[in-house]
């Protein structure tokens, strides 16, 4: 990982933990984002969600999606 952002802004990261509390997360960019839905998945969050900086709502899943990252 590593190297600059593609977008800069907020990035916002929710989540409902394991006793069903709403729970909003701030991150500086999609890396961290990412990386927050992969920490918030291990602790048993349900329906964890990305807001970009302008305010498009994506599923975790679809945001890892969308960076399009080539894993090799």
Not at 5 to 28: L, N, Q, W, Y
Not at 40 to 47: I, M, P, T
């Amino acid at each position: 990982m590593g190297g600059a952002s593609r977008e800069s802004g907020v990035f916002t990261v929710k989540g409902i933990d394991p006793s069903g509390r709403v729970m909003t997360f701030a991150c500086g960019t999609d890396e961290q984002a990412m990386e927050k839905t992969w920490e918030l998945a291990r602790r048993g969050f349900r329906e964890i969600t990305v807001a970009d900086p302008k305010g498009k709502e994506l599923s975790a899943a679809a945001f890892e999606r969308s960076l399009n990252i080539d894993w090799e």
